[in-house]
């Protein structure tokens, strides 16, 4: 099975900051990868499916990148709404995985 | 608009089994496969497995083989999931969730259910 290793696990960052979190695959794959975010209580909410592709109704602010064994989902201005736990999931081999997820807080 | 509906909360003791339930309506049952995420509390995503309605096919992932069941009715577009030899490591939000039109990766997802193990 392919494991997804994200990090960070928790970052701290202010309205209108800059965030990355990333994630490594122990095997190399080209785009299968997705980003979810999620609040308590809530089912996960797709950000972006493909590695870079939005997902319809996403604000723009959210973008993937990546291939291989490296991915990124970046969070251009960080917003109120925002403050959440965001997911990782490789859809690439026959039994998926998630990563551990990163909380991201208010600074 | 699709939905998927899933049964209520359990309360289950160590060693019994649980099966829950996710009623799909807003699609057509048989195109999709349905898949099964789980949350223990305070804790990240953990793919479990999924099942096609129309070929049957399944895959679930290996620390579930041998304990995961995952069946369907299509008279009431209706997935089940059953979980046996339960313990307390099962305790989670148990979620179904179905792929977005014409790509794997899951865009719909149930509203969870919450199975308790505890003696």
């Known amino acids: 099975d392919i494991q997804m290793t994200q990090s960070p696990s928790t970052l701290s960052a202010s309205v209108g900051g800059r965030v990355t979190i990333t994630c490594r695959a122990s095997q190399s794959f080209t785009r299968w990868l997705a980003w979810y975010q999620q609040k308590p209580g809530k089912a996960p909410k797709l950000l972006i499916y493909q590695a870079s592709e939005l997902e319809s109704g996403v604000p723009s602010r959210f973008s993937g990148s990546g291939s291989g064994t490296e991915f990124t989902l970046t969070i251009s201005s960080l917003q109120p709404d925002d403050f959440a736990t965001y997911y990782c999931?490789?859809?690439?081999?026959?039994?998926?995985?998630f990563g551990q997820g990163t909380k991201v807080e208010i600074k | 608009q699709v939905q998927l509906v899933q049964s209520g909360a359990e309360v289950k003791k160590p060693g019994a089994s649980v099966k829950v339930s996710c009623k799909a309506s807003?699609?057509?049952?048989?195109?999709?496969?349905i898949h099964w995420v789980r949350q223990a509390p305070g804790q990240g995503l953990e793919w479990m497995g999924r099942v096609h309605p129309n070929t049957g096919g399944t895959r679930s992932a290996q620390k579930f083989q041998g304990r995961l069941t995952m069946t369907w009715d299509t008279s009431i577009s209706t997935v089940y999931m059953e979980v046996s030899r339960l313990t307390s490591d099962d305790t989670a939000v148990y979620f179904c969730?179905?792929?977005?039109?014409?790509?794997?990766?899951?865009?719909?997802w149930g509203q969870g259910t919450l199975l308790t193990v505890s003696s």
């Open positions: 969730a179905r792929g977005k039109w014409q790509q794997l990766v899951l865009a719909y």
């Open positions: 807003g699609y057509t049952f048989t195109d999709y496969y």
């Open positions: 999931l490789q859809y690439n081999s026959d039994s998926w995985t």
